[in-house]
């Protein structure tokens, strides 16, 4: 019976379908975020060139490029975890509570506020905030187990995906037609189709718990890490030739 069980498990992990490639990136370097406690997600403006940062704690900061603290919304929450730009308004989602932050993009007014469905524990709800341009939607994921659901521009919910390939997902951001999915517990970037969100490729990252991605102007990545206070910085991800 041992034997069957060995025999089975091997022809199991043989059987496996890991259909994407995988590839190791490392950061050329950081900077300390002192004046943000526990900065939990980031998106960069390309507008004027700064980056929006939210904090575990429940703030929304602006920074100019050098990520030096330019002002911060008036309007707090309790547990800010995600952010996006949308047109001219930026949307914050406030884990604990299960409500997503409106805020204008001009002044950092709060425009309004939405409640959003979904249960279980309070540190378990959505990490993550973006839009997705191809379905026009937003996309709130569950950190853990990993799920993807899409709303409406109501935050009304319209769709559901359970996402197994990750042990969690701590962020989440659209880029160049793709949707790139971040786990601080694998730390790794999944480049997903979106319009499946099934994987096509992964990218290993030595950063201690990322917690929040973007991409600037000239398509070099920023990635926030909420226990050591830093922004971590990455050149081009590498073209994967399958």
């Known amino acids: 019976m041992r034997t069957t069980l060995i025999a089975l498990s091997i022809l199991f992990i043989i059987s496996i379908d890991y259909s994407w490639a995988s590839v190791k990136i490392k950061h050329s370097g950081f900077k300390l975020l002192g004046k943000i406690p ?3 997600d980031i ?4 507008i004027n060139n ?3 940062i939210v904090s575990d704690h429940g703030y929304l900061f602006e920074c100019d490029s050098s990520f030096d603290v330019i002002r911060r919304a008036t309007e707090t929450g309790l547990d800010f975890e995600g952010i996006d730009i949308v047109d001219s308004f930026i949307y914050v989602s406030d884990e604990t509570p299960r409500e997503i932050y409106k805020y204008r993009r001009s002044d950092l007014s709060l425009v309004q506020k939405y409640h ?3 249960g279980g524990a309070i540190n378990r709800a959505f990490e993550s905030i973006s839009f997705n341009y191809t379905k026009k939607c937003f996309v ?3 950190q853990q187990p990993a799920v993807i659901v899409e709303y409406d521009t ?3 919910e319209i769709g559901k995906y359970k996402f197994p390939d990750a042990r969690n997902i701590s962020g989440a951001r659209w880029h160049n037609s793709k949707l790139y999915l971040l786990s601080s517990m694998d730390a790794a970037i999944f480049e997903c189709d979106p319009l499946t969100y099934n994987v096509k490729a992964v990218f290993s990252i030595n950063v201690l718990n990322p917690e929040g991605l973007t991409f600037d ?3 070099r990545i920023k990635i926030v890490s909420d226990d050591t206070r830093r922004v971590y910085y990455f050149n081009h991800l590498p073209t994967i030739v399958q």
């Open 140 to 142: 709130l994921i569950a």
């Open 217 to 219: 102007e000239n398509d």
């Open 38 to 40: 526990e900065p939990s």
């Open 43 to 46: 998106v960069f403006d390309s």
């Open 50 to 52: 700064h980056y929006f």
């Open 154 to 156: 109501n935050f009304k």
């Open 116 to 118: 959003v469905s979904w």
